[in-house]
């Protein structure tokens, strides 16, 4: 759930969200685990390749990314000349501590 | 494709350097151009299988990581630690961490940038046309592991005949199975010679349902050697290193 309302602008919650760590991917419901881990391995994606992963139409898709985005493990990059925005993961610096044994 | 490696264990001691400097000299005698990197930032160690001293040691990992120099800056040629004869066969490169004390302190500290560490990789393996990308891990489950866990298209967990390795794999391999690695293999190390491997490799299958690679044998040579050079190279003909061989083989038929 996100605790921003949807209708701020794109760079307001960028600014606000902090980033996410490895940590957090691994609580996240399988669908989200499954675009975010693929994202880190593709680097970046549009729409159309993250539905054809899911196997979904892009309507589900896209609901998951905003919902993601909202979140904070991914961010929109907009190319220029490009009209669709494409998704990146947003994973957060962080030392070398132990991951809280949660599973 | 290029194929990155992780090679993991729950615990430290399991032998994830030594096995990883081994795998390496396999894969070069395969013919492979192959990098060795050492992500163990907190201990660094993989360094001294190749007898790399620490006056020899210029740029790292760190160096990299604090934006210091490029990634390809701090990776060093070690084809000639493998000897002559493999040397002739393909290519050896080392990413080493840094043994300074102050280096270490920092990343303790401070840490790193994660994505930075998966750019690096990227470049190293296009820069220097790879078809191996091996990372040496620090033992347990931390950000930096995770994430190398995830950006693996192999990886390797070692694990000891011991409850306590037994009990710290299941936990990995839950976390590798939740960061959809698409290929986990078990290697069993240190394995007194009188068990039943038959049985071992059953027992371990069974328990984790993941593929059991290698069953390698405890080595009082090995241990005589304490990680002064590659096993392999002078103890070619040693049960140890005629798993590693099987091991690298069954790597290099999955991809
Ligand atoms: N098959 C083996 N037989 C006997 N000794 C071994 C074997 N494999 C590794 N060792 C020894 O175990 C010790 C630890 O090995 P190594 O440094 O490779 O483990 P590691 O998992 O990288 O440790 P760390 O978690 O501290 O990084 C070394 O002294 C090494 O010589
Ligand atoms: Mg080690």
Redesign the interface.
Do not use: F, K, Y
């Given at each position: 759930m996100s605790v921003f309302d949807s209708s701020q602008p794109e760079q307001h919650r960028r600014d606000d969200v902090p980033e996410r760590?490895?940590?957090e991917?691994?609580a996240l419901p399988h669908e989200a685990?499954?675009i975010v881990?693929?994202l880190?391995?593709q680097?970046e994606a549009g729409l159309s390749e993250v539905a054809a992963l899911l196997e979904q139409d892009e309507a589900t898709a896209q609901t998951l990314l905003t919902d993601l985005v909202a979140q904070g493990f991914v961010q929109e990059v907009l190319n220029e000349g490009e009209g669709q925005p494409r998704y990146r993961v947003r994973?957060?610096?962080?030392?070398?501590?132990?991951?809280p044994?949660d599973? | 494709m290029p194929t990155i490696i992780s090679i993991h264990s729950y615990r430290g001691g399991t032998g994830k350097s030594n096995l990883t400097a081994n795998l390496a000299n396999s894969l070069v005698q395969q013919g492979k151009r192959v990098a060795v990197v050492d992500t163990d930032i907190q201990a660094p160690g993989l360094h001294v299988l190749f007898g790399m001293d620490t006056q020899q040691m210029g740029l790292t990992l760190n160096d990299y990581l604090y934006g210091r120099c490029s990634i390809e800056q701090a990776t060093y040629d070690v084809t000639d630690k493998l000897g002559p004869q493999v040397a002739a066969m393909g290519t050896l490169y080392l990413l080493p961490s840094s043994i300074k004390a102050v280096e270490i302190t920092r990343v303790l500290r401070e840490g790193y940038e994660v994505n930075l560490l998966i750019d690096g990789f990227r470049k190293l393996i296009k820069t220097f046309h790879l078809d191996y990308l091996l990372i040496d891990t620090h033992p347990g489950l931390n950000e930096e592991t995770l994430l190398s866990i995830l950006i693996s298209d192999i990886l390797l967990l070692i694990l000891r005949p011991d409850q306590q390795d037994f009990q710290g794999i299941a936990v990995t391999v839950e976390v590798a199975r939740k960061l959809k690695v698409k290929r986990l293999l078990l290697v069993v190390n240190k394995v007194l010679p009188k068990l039943d491997k038959v049985s071992l490799r059953q027992q371990v299958q069974t328990a984790y349902d993941t593929p059991v690679a290698s069953i390698l044998p405890v080595s009082e040579e090995l241990i005589e050697l304490g990680s002064a050079g590659i096993f392999s190279i002078t103890s070619p003909d040693h049960p140890y290193s005629q798993g590693v061989r099987e091991l690298a083989a069954q790597v290099v038929n999955s991809a």
């Open positions: 760590t490895m940590a991917v691994l685990r499954t881990t693929w880190v391995r680097r994973l957060a610096a962080r030392r070398g501590r132990q991951v044994l599973l | -």
